[in-house]
């Protein structure tokens, strides 16, 4: 057996956590408005080479966000009072040079552009901006709170004997919230 | 003994353990499943290159990771729950364990090797391949297809936009803004001359009724040649984004007919630089370039899709033999296991079985499972186990029979041998070497043998002095064979004598060996003693019948002489007195012995009735009182009070009282008995006890006087015997006479220091 062998049979699945290792980083704001959790954030390294070149290739590239408002907790597993799934996603026609550009809110699109511009593309796929989390209940004054944003990047091109729970980029910001 | 007809062979044992693997509908679907399953495994393979790579790296790709896993599982939980077991068994030191062991792991080596080896190959070979998916070459040719493509897109593109820009500055803006078509026409008509084909369509900017920026359709130029199938409405779309951005649009629409029209928008400005209108340019491009574009689009497309999803793609790939390994591995391991089991599992129930019937289950029974050499293994276990249980059943019946005939035999034997121990005879019976085999109570009461002359040569214990009469007859037994030899022979033992009719007997088998003898032994002292008595009672009953006769005429003559000659001579009379007192007085004393010899000899029967000995020794004693008021003489009374009462004849009992009494005063001297040597008063002691084991009442006299010489006991109670010197010498033999009819015993011993003991016993009642 090669080594090559023995690295596609043996290693592969440490090239999951070497992906999960490189994840970008995601820059939460939340912002509290009118009693009212908006989040905004941008995940500036997320749109690497490697999306860069899925997207070349013809592949429709898509980010999803989970961005969950949640209550921390000392003694237990913290409490999720909010959350949504926003995604952005692009498809490259590599005869016209055209981007389309599309994003959605849980499965919905709410946004579609077109562009020969990458660097547009690329700040369209990163940045979300004002996302409302409409949390199930009230928000308790003065109490901690977080904004967490996790990041799924399809398709993939790594490969993992384990590919469940890994996310691809996250963030979190924590604040107070003052009524 | 009836033998019943053998009862039906019981039903076999089930197996609660049977598995529903076990049933084969159970087996065949398993196996169609996983045939099922490798084609469908085998069909993704081979149509990997229809599907998608994204679905192929993501869903396929997760899906056979979790199948993977599962099958994996499934794999280490058999493998681990087998070796478990093959281990277990191995250290309970189950039957065959050691054998199933090795087959297991013979099997699970034919199984997993081959699996890895393949596994491991494939693999490399999956790899492999991946690298040479792409080559240079390969990505030189589709990169510059697709640039030829995307090329003729840009020219075409270019050349729409420098015709919608030069068409916005030719054309005047204030007609535009008028609506006067008159200038406006031959310019878009002069410029559609140039375009090989295509349209060119112009707006005007207005305000829609809400105030927002819209465009009004004013002209269109089109070649002759542009298909029909174009939609004004994305033009209008795009004139408006032209106008409302101020600079140039472009865009592409595809036609339903298959080519694609490539537009630019280029707004129109007037004086002020404002967008007073816009004009659209489009150039048809053929439907077969824009295949051939396409096409060459697409296959740079999907060269570069598999470079960048060759990672997962690969991963894919060896997911899918993974999992084909792994539907086999796990398919052979659980066959092996499977195979070991239905293998061994016969095996283990027959050493099972083979136990249960050693320990006797011989109703113990196997279930065959299959139907082939081990099914007719367990087939043939089943008809020995049904064998053996018969033979076990005839067995057992043929046990008890022997058991309930030598219950019989040894009843038998063991009465015999009561029968025998019982009987006044004796019978001795010797081996074929002489020596002695048994020896029953009357021969060792007879012979005063114990229980140790049993095994010893005869000659030996008959060369005892007392018993060495015997010895002849033993020896001539041996010399004669068969016939028998009868003797009688009397035996000195004890100081008394013995009379035996002995008769020998030698045993031979049915080959004519000697097989032993038996010596048989009848006492006939007591019926020889009864011969002589009643010799003596006929002696006695002539005597007293030829003697009592003339007595009284003598007597009477004798008295007659007296009267006759009363009146002789002093002398004559003194002699004839003499004589005839003389002769009176002897005929006296012949009568009565005359009347005790026709006592003896006419002596009746006994009247039993219940009667209390005590009473009767005390009335009987009390005859005596006045008689030996005078003398030194005493008697004494040791009566056990309580006594049963005894079935007897009052007067004859009397009578040996009596005659028992008179013997001791007689042996002591009379009533007026000297003192004894010792200086003892002499003394007669009446005693009476009673034996309850025996069921007698003894009556036993003593005196202290001198005693019986041993030789002599035995006589005392032969008629006419007496040591006295006078006397009929009945009286004893009276005494025995009547104790025997009231079917009892008399025997004489030495009193200590001296005298004598009569002890009768007699049957209470």
């Known amino acids: 057996m090669t080594r090559r062998t023995a690295l596609a049979l043996v290693g592969l699945a440490v090239i999951g956590g070497v992906a999960a290792a490189g994840s970008a980083d995601i820059n939460v704001t939340p912002v509290v408005t009118e009693g009212k959790v908006v989040a905004s954030f941008t995940a500036p390294g997320a749109f690497s080479d490697d999306a860069r070149e899925v997207v070349k290739s013809g592949l429709l590239l898509t980010f999803t966000y989970g961005v969950e408002l949640r209550r921390p907790s000392a003694v237990w597993f913290d409490r999720t009072v909010a959350e949504t799934t926003v995604a952005a996603s692009v498809k490259f026609d590599s005869l016209t040079g055209i981007y389309q550009v599309s994003k959605l809110r849980d499965g919905r699109v709410v946004w579609s552009e077109r562009t020969d511009k990458e660097d547009e593309v690329g700040g369209w796929m990163t940045a979300f901006d004002q996302i409302a989390l409409d949390p199930t209940e009230a928000l308790e004054s003065n109490a901690d709170y977080y904004v967490r944003v996790h990041l799924k990047i399809s398709p993939r091109r790594t490969f993992s004997f384990w590919p469940w729970g890994r996310d691809d980029g996250s963030g979190r910001k924590d604040f107070t919230f003052i009524r | 003994m009836i033998f019943d007809s053998p009862p039906p062979p019981p039903p ?29 495994l085998f069909w993704l393979s081979s149509r990997t290159s229809d599907i998608p790579p994204v679905y192929l ?108 820009r030069r068409l916005a500055r030719t054309l005047p803006a204030k007609d535009v803004t008028s609506g006067q078509m008159a200038a406006i026409e031959p310019i878009m008509k002069s410029e559609l ?113 598999l470079k960048v999803l060759k990672e997962p793609l690969q991963g894919s790939y060896l997911a899918i033999f993974l999992t084909v390994t792994l539907l086999i591995l796990v398919s052979a391991t659980w066959l092996g296991l499977y195979l ?64 309930a005939k030598n219950l019989e035999l040894d009843g038998r034997r063991r009465y015999i041998e009561t029968i025998l121990d019982r009987v006044a005879t004796g019978v001795i019976s010797l081996d074929s070497g002489g020596q002695i085999l048994t020896v029953n109570g009357a021969a060792e009461r007879l012979l005063g043998l114990g229980r140790g002359a049993i095994g010893q040569p005869a000659t030996v214990v008959l060369s005892r002095p007392d018993l060495q009469p015997l010895l002849p007859l033993v020896r001539a037994t041996w010399r004669r064979d068969r016939a028998g030899v009868v003797e009688e022979i009397t ?89 005839t007192e003389a002769i009176v007085t002897e005929v006296e004393a012949l009568k009565g012995l005359v009347d005790e010899f026709a006592q003896f000899a006419r002596l009746r029967g006994p009247r039993m009735l219940p009667v209390d000995l005590n009473q009767l020794v005390e009335d009987t004693l009390r005859l005596y009182a006045g008689v030996l008021q005078q003398g030194n003489l005493r008697v004494e009374r040791e009566l056990t009070p309580g006594l049963p009462l005894v079935r007897l004849d009052a007067e004859q009992i009397r009578q040996v009282i009596i005659n028992l009494v008179d013997n001791a005063v007689e042996a002591l001297g009379g009533a007026s008995a000297p003192v004894r040597p010792g200086g003892e008063r002499p003394t007669i002691r009446v005693a009476t006890s009673y034996d309850d084991q025996g069921g007698m009442v003894r009556l036993v006299v003593t005196d202290n006087g001198p005693g019986v010489p041993p030789a002599d006991r035995e006589k005392l109670f032969m008629p006419y015997y007496s040591t006295k010197g006078r006397g009929s010498g009945l009286g004893l033999a009276i005494v025995r006479r009547i104790v025997a009819e009231h079917g009892g015993e008399i025997a004489v011993d030495d009193a200590r220091p001296s005298g004598t003991i009569f002890t009768v016993e007699l049957p209470a009642a």
């Not at chain 2, 049933?23 to 045939?35: E, K």
């Not at chain 2, 049915?510 to 010799?535: K, M, W």
Request: one cysteine or more; aromatic letters at 4%; charged letters at 25%.
């Open chain 2, 340 to 403: 070991a089991k239905r293998i061994t599992r016969p095996v283990q129930k027959l050493a099972e079985g083979a136990r249960a019937i050693g320990a006797g289950q011989l109703d113990f029974r196997l279930e065959p499972e299959t139907g082939d050499e081990l099914g007719a293994l367990v087939e043939a276990f089943n008809m020995m186990a049904a064998e053996l249980r018969t033979s076990q059943r005839k067995l057992e019946e043929s046990r008890l029979d022997l058991e």
């Open chain 2, 12 to 40: 076999p044992v089930p197996d609660a353990r049977r598995r529903p693997l076990d049933n084969p509908r159970v087996l065949i679907a398993v196996a169609v499943l996983l045939l099922l399953a490798l084609a469908s």
């Open chain 2, 57 to 164: 790296s993501d869903f396929v790709l997760y899906t056979l990771l979790a199948v993977d896993l599962a099958l994996l599982l499934t794999l280490l939980f058999v493998l681990v729950r087998n070796l478990a077991k093959v281990w277990y068994e191995q250290k309970q030191a189950a039957p065959f364990a050691r054998f199933r062991a090795k087959l297991v792991a013979a099997l699970l080596a034919m199984a997993i090797i081959p699996a890895v080896l393949v596994l491991v190959s494939g693999s490399e070979i999956i790899t492999s391949s991946a690298a040479r998916w792409f080559s240079e070459p390969v990505d030189q040719l589709l990169t510059a297809a697709q640039d030829i493509a995307s090329r003729l897109y840009a020219d075409h593109q270019e050349a729409t936009a420098f015709r919608a």
């Open chain 2, 491 to 579: 035996l000195a033992r004890e100081d008394r004598e013995i009379h035996l009719a002995a008769a020998s007997t030698a045993l031979t088998g049915e080959d004519g060996a000697a097989e032993g003898a038996v010596l048989v032994l009848d006492d006939v002292t007591p019926l020889i003693r009864a011969q002589r008595v009643a010799a003596w009672r006929d002696v006695a009953r002539r005597l007293a019948h030829e003697i009592k006769n003339p007595l009284t005429p003598i007597q009477l003559s004798a008295e007659r002489l007296r009267r006759h000659f009363a009146g002789a001579g002093p002398q004559t009379w003194a002699l004839v007195d003499e004589c």
């Open chain 2, 193 to 305: 001359t140039t375009m090989q084909s295509g349209m060119i369509e112009l707006y005007r900017a207005v305000t829609a009724p809400d105030g927002q920026l819209d465009v009004q359709f004013l002209a269109a130029e089109q070649s002759s040649t542009l298909p029909p199938d174009h939609v004004r409405a994305l033009a209008d779309r795009l004139a408006l984004k032209a106008l409302a951005s101020g600079r140039e649009e472009e865009a592409q629409d595809d036609l339903d007919s298959g080519g694609v029209l490539i537009r630019t928008a280029s707004p129109i400005l007037n004086a002020d630089n404002t967008a007073v209108g816009a004009v659209v340019v489009s150039e048809h491009l053929d439907g077969a370039i824009k295949v051939e574009a396409r096409q060459a689009t697409n296959a740079h497309q999907n060269y570069q899709q």
